[in-house]
């Protein structure tokens, strides 16, 4: 019988994986294609095309809503079809897409097209997860996860930056040109990736095995399996949350800094890089902080992430500290901000992979994603409410007491969590699962 790939792997380090690298090299291209294209979309439509702030809102939805509403489908695809073949097909049809911006002449069009890429944005994420878990041994994918989370946050700080001088020196349609290359090479770097059909049934076929559940019976088994696990249920619960504060931190910061007498208008730029850091120095304590539970890491990633955003708030009420001391301790902010964001994102998708049978991957990763987009539209409509209900500077103490609040009781209740979690482990350990 043939040995599986993770196995095989295990024999040398990750960064011998070959299968691993190629994914990751694929991962770094696109991820940099992406913040090209998207920095000079905004640019076109919002200085040269002078789109108001609801047309600029719908652009956004248009790349955001397919996520939301396909990721359950999407899911099923990933493990019913050669997770390979997708990702190659979703990196082709988006290159064709992409170039299709350079055309564009109505804004109808744009949002046709990005539609269009987020379909295929949310096809190729669970095919690629469940890819990482076929070639990724248990013993490294802390690692693994790891890893992918510092090419995504490096590429949104070398992207933009990259982006502003392209778009500078040759204009807005060499980025889109850049970016549908970008998926071009992705797919070309994805043959390299060896091609295995999953053969394991979904838990519903183990539960009945004369019974092959149907599409539609197929959506809810993403659901099913994360209701099974706890850790990943609270986990999910504690990610959708900081994923909405961070969005209504995203879409209102902005706002926020016109209330501080005499800050720079680049301190939004170097407050986003640096939030950027953050995230990738949570990448690095991940793994130093091994001895602890996801749940510890995740729980004090949100009471951070809180923290810093109400102390912001509170920054901003109390006029801000005038010169360069003040405007050094907001980029300090915001350095934590995405430290907390990250131990709250990056334990999360370790336990994910670690606990998700491989069969069920794409739905599970699926679902998340559906959850977690609803959580990025809900966080600037929330946010828009409850500024101009109270204002920036409440707002933000408000949505980070929130956050600390609810991170809190995930430490309080970890224990407990943690040992539902073990005896639901256990039951299926004893049933096959």
Not at 354 to 361: A, D, G, I, N, V
Request: charged fraction near 10%; charge should be positive; hydrophobic fraction near 55%.
């Amino acid at each position: 019988m043939k040995q599986p790939q993770a196995r095989i792997a295990a024999e040398g380090g990750l960064l011998q994986n070959k299968a691993y690298l190629a994914l990751m090299a694929s991962q770094l291209i696109s991820n940099l294609g992406d913040w090209l294209h998207i920095l000079a979309l905004l640019t076109m439509i919002g200085l040269k095309w002078e789109a108001t702030p609801w047309q600029i809102t719908a652009t956004m939805l248009c790349m955001l809503i397919p996520m939301l509403l396909g990721g359950p489908a999407a899911g099923v695809l990933a493990d019913r079809m050669e997770r390979k073949k997708l990702m190659i097909v979703a990196d082709a049809v988006r290159f064709v897409i992409v170039l299709g911006l350079v055309f564009v002449t109505h804004l109808w069009q744009v949002y046709a097209l990005l539609i269009a890429k987020s379909v295929f944005d949310v096809l190729f994420s669970p095919a690629k997860n469940g890819k990482i878990k076929e070639v990724v041994p248990p013993e490294h994918m802390e690692k693994a996860v790891s890893y992918s989370a510092i090419i995504e946050q490096g590429s949104k700080i070398i992207g933009p930056a990259l982006g502003g001088v392209l778009t500078v020196a040759f204009g807005i349609t060499s980025c889109f040109m850049i970016d549908a290359a970008s998926f071009l090479l992705s797919g070309l770097i994805l043959l390299a990736v060896p091609g295995r059909r999953t053969e394991a049934g979904s838990s519903a076929e183990v539960d009945n095995p004369g019974e092959k559940p149907g599409f539609w019976g197929e959506l809810t088994e993403g659901v099913k399996a994360i209701a099974r696990i706890p850790l990943i249920a609270f986990g999910l619960l504690m990610l959708a949350m900081a994923l909405l504060i961070l969005q209504v931190a995203d879409s209102q910061t902005v706002v926020l800094f016109r209330e501080i007498p005499g800050m720079p208008e680049d301190m939004l730029g170097w407050s986003i890089a640096l939030s950027g850091f953050g995230t990738l120095a949570a990448a690095g304590l991940n793994g130093l902080l091994r001895r602890c539970t996801p749940l510890m890491k995740m729980g004090t990633g949100g009471v951070l992430l809180g923290a810093v955003f109400a102390g912001a708030g509170y920054f901003a009420v109390s006029g801000g500290l005038l010169g360069a001391s003040g405007h050094a301790l907001m980029l300090a902010l915001y350095f934590l901000a995405g430290t907390g964001a990250g131990l709250v994102f990056i334990p999360f998708q370790v336990t994910l992979q670690q606990r998700t049978p491989e069969s069920l991957t794409g739905r599970v990763f699926g679902t998340v994603t559906s959850v977690t987009s609803a959580a990025a539209v809900a966080g600037p409509m929330f946010g828009g409410y409850i500024v101009t209900a109270f204002g920036p500077a409440p707002a933000f103490i408000l949505s980070g007491g929130l956050m600390v609040l609810l991170a809190l009781l995930l430490l309080f209740f970890k224990s407990m969590i943690m040992k539902r979690d073990r005896t639901s482990l256990q039951q299926q350990q004893a049933a096959g699962l």
